[in-house]
């Protein structure tokens, strides 16, 4: 079965402080992507990555980046973290060209839930 | 840009009814995929049903079928015999498909909270 691991299930931070969330992989997916979770808002997309080292913006990239140094791993990082960015944060991978079996599906973690004090 | 529409932000359904779930889209491309995902309280997202927009045939998984109608830009979830472990949030979820590279990510409708009363 694919896995899709997020590091932290729970965590609360102060305000400035910078957060990092990791999450790992197991199926060698080449695309993996942050999605911010929040009620009557659905998911947004924060950033993606579709190769090692690559980065895309999503919809909502504002005051967070990532690192992606490794295939497995994809890291959402808070600079400075701000009590708007409170929220349920889901990590999903999912194979990349279509002739690797790209049916679309996205794998995704259990989620992290961020409470920014 | 695409966008996913969910109408029906809570339902309920008694248990061993049928439900649906409505979902639109817009969009002006002609190659794409339509998703059902569903997120059970406390637990990940799974994947329920999926259609490919160039196949007129509506998809079928078990209980669960889909109503795809590409010119109205409609897709719908209909779940059989409802069962308490349906009980989740449900979101619709739009893909463009690109042949040549398979990135696009998936954008999401806002979703429907599914509650199966016994």
């Known amino acids: 079965d694919v896995k899709v691991t997020q590091s932290s299930r729970y965590l609360v931070k102060r305000t400035g402080e910078k957060v990092f969330l990791e999450c790992v992989q197991d199926?060698?997916?080449?695309?993996m992507f942050w999605y911010r979770q929040d009620p009557g808002l659905g998911l947004r997309l924060i950033y993606f990555?579709?190769?090692?080292?690559?980065?895309e913006k999503g919809d909502i990239p504002e005051g967070y980046s990532v690192s992606r140094e490794k295939k497995e791993r994809f890291s959402l990082i808070l600079e400075s973290a701000s009590t708007n960015q409170t929220s349920m944060y889901l990590c999903?991978?999912?194979?990349?060209?279509?002739?690797?079996?790209?049916?679309?599906?996205?794998?995704f973690g259990e989620g992290s839930r961020l409470t920014v004090l | 840009a695409q966008t996913v529409t969910q109408s029906q932000p809570e339902m309920s359904v008694q248990e061993a009814e049928t439900v649906t779930l409505s979902c639109t889209y817009d969009?002006?491309?002609?190659?794409?995929?339509l998703f059902w995902y569903k997120q059970p309280p406390s637990r990940q997202m799974i994947l329920v049903i999926r259609?490919?927009?160039?196949?007129?045939q509506n998809a079928t998984e078990n209980r669960f079928s889909v109503n795809f109608q590409k010119a109205a830009k409609s897709f719908s979830l209909k779940i059989s015999d409802s069962q308490l472990g349906d009980t989740a949030m449900y979101f619709c979820?739009?893909?463009?498909?690109?042949?040549?590279?398979?990135?696009?990510?998936?954008?999401f409708g806002k979703g429907t909270r599914l509650s199966v009363i016994a």
């Open positions: 999903a991978s999912s194979y990349g060209l279509a002739g690797r079996g790209n049916t679309g599906e996205l794998f």
């Open positions: 199926m060698d997916h080449e695309n």
């Open positions: 990555s579709y190769d090692v080292k690559m980065k």
């Open positions: 969009t002006s491309e002609n190659n794409y995929y």
């Open positions: 259609q490919e927009a160039y196949k007129q």
């Open positions: 979820a739009f893909m463009k498909h690109e042949y040549d590279s398979g990135n696009t990510p998936l954008v």
